[in-house]
């Protein structure tokens, strides 16, 4: 049985590998997470201001209500650098979009790949607000940049825009349709001659998109995508069923030793984002938050400690292994796990292709996930504000920045549970590591023993 089950993990590794082998090569997989993971540092330097801005305690937000400075508040003076990041990501990933593309095409100027992409996003945009003046029935369009699409809203765009702009442009330079420069002209100016041909194509293409677009009942491409790509995709994204779908092949993906969550956060970590954006916008204007399924409902209640909730598993090896094998292990690894840090025991346990360790490290995510989101759901815990915190803070304190007390208290009971679903699987492992360990000791005693023996019959004196 033992053997039949060794080679069924093996043809699946074997099929497995190859696959996330593609995937982690695909350039526009690998543009969208190097890109999101760019302008991580600017979403959480905003959501440090929304924090403070809108800190769990009543007193603490009533006082920043009342504080006027000049003509506005100090509420509203904190919320400035949120406005200016996370109300405003879709330009950040509109231009980096493009400069990750272009590292990923063999183009050697990624800035004009990111101008274009830039460029292309903003020539797509209705330069308009719509308005209508207090008492008035009229709406009147006012001409600006219209908030709404230059935050969450305006991601997908900003992303559909940016392949297919800097793939044309990439097409347009590799044909070389550039113009040469003689040598002696500083590089600058050589590399900005050398984009226009291409750059401007491209925004005669982009341009003519946006004039067919104005002939269609949705009148611009924002409204088009909004409605039939990226409002469907975060309802269904944002379900409860399809984090759990996508956390269980994340998981399954771990077990051989592939990082799961690396390939399906590509493609579902720019959802997650936006439902986060929207959450951190309501509350910034007063308004409950509308998304339970976030960014921060997958990295800070899903798992605590790294992939597989495995802060549960090394506070049962800690409290209840015996084994010098796991003993050593956990205390060598609950400092990294404590932060998010998992690698070292899903190797070094191993987790990876253990059979003995399989089910809890699907099902302890899974149980996560779905109580979570029912005690959301109810209103037991508070929908996730939307502050996008380091990946690294512990549990408890996230769950407190997050979520309020009810949040951090909820997190102490998963860890609770993912203790008590891991502790039968790892007490039937700790048992054959102090098999093991016990063998290793006789036979290190037994082998001591031989050759003190050896030692005695080599050194007999029969000499009187």
């Excluded at 954006?277 to 910034?284: L, M, R, S």
């Excluded at 292990?329 to 003995?356: H, K, M, Q, S, Y």
């Excluded at 000791?441 to 050759?451: I, K, P």
């Amino acid at each position: 049985m033992a053997q039949g089950e060794s080679k069924f993990m093996e043809v699946l590794e074997q099929k497995l590998t190859p696959l996330a082998t593609i995937v982690g090569k695909n350039r526009y997989l690998l543009t969208l997470r190097d890109t999101f993971a760019v302008i991580m540092p600017l979403l959480i330097v905003g959501s440090f201001f929304t924090l403070l801005g809108s800190f769990p305690i009543p007193g603490w937000t009533d006082f920043l209500a009342s504080v006027q400075v000049g003509d506005q508040t100090l509420s509203d003076l904190i919320n400035v650098p949120a406005t200016c990041t996370v109300s405003m990501m879709a330009i950040f990933v509109a231009f980096m979009m493009g400069y990750n593309f272009a590292e990923h095409d063999n183009l050697t100027d990624r800035v004009s790949a990111g101008l274009v992409t830039l460029l292309s996003w903003i020539l797509l945009m209705p330069l308009y607000t719509n308005f209508t003046p207090e008492g008035a029935t009229d709406v009147f369009q006012v001409s600006s940049v219209p908030m709404d699409w230059i935050g969450s809203k305006g991601v997908f765009v900003a992303i559909v825009s940016g392949f297919l702009s800097c793939a044309f442009y990439g097409m347009l330079v590799h044909k070389d349709l550039t113009i040469k420069m003689p040598e002696g002209v500083p590089p600058t100016v050589s590399r900005a001659f050398s984009a226009l041909i291409p750059m401007t194509l491209t925004v005669v293409v982009v341009w003519l998109v946006r004039v067919a677009f104005v002939m269609t009942p949705w009148g611009d491409v924002f409204t088009f995508i909004y409605t039939f790509l990226q409002i469907p995709l975060q309802n269904l994204g944002g379900t409860v069923v399809a984090q759990a779908i996508i956390y269980l092949f994340a998981h399954f993906l771990w077990f051989f030793g592939i990082h799961g969550t690396n390939i399906t956060d590509s493609v579902y970590n720019p959802i997650l984002l936006a439902l986060s954006a929207e959450n951190q916008e309501a509350i910034a204007a007063g308004l409950p938050a509308p998304n339970i399924i976030c960014s921060q409902f997958q990295s800070l209640f899903a798992t605590m400690g790294g992939g597989g909730s495995t802060l549960s598993l090394l506070i049962a090896m800690l409290l209840f292994c015996k084994s010098d094998r796991i003993l050593k292990l956990a205390r060598l690894c609950i400092g990294p796990g404590i932060f998010n840090i998992n690698e070292p025991v899903i190797f070094g346990l191993p987790i990876v292709l253990n059979p003995v360790l399989f089910v809890p490290f699907i099902l302890v995510p899974f149980f996560n996930i779905v109580t979570t989101w029912a005690v959301m759901a109810i209103g037991l815990v508070p929908v996730p504000n939307g502050v996008l915190i380091p990946w690294t803070t512990p549990a408890v304190i996230s769950g407190f920045l997050v979520s309020g007390w009810q949040g951090a208290v909820w997190q102490i009971f998963l860890l609770i549970a993912g203790v008590i679903i891991y502790l039968p699987f790892i007490k039937t492992l700790d048992k054959q590591y102090l098999a093991e360990q016990a063998a290793a000791e006789l036979s290190d005693e037994s082998q001591a023993g031989s050759e003190i023996d050896a030692i005695d019959l080599d050194n007999l004196d029969f000499d009187f």
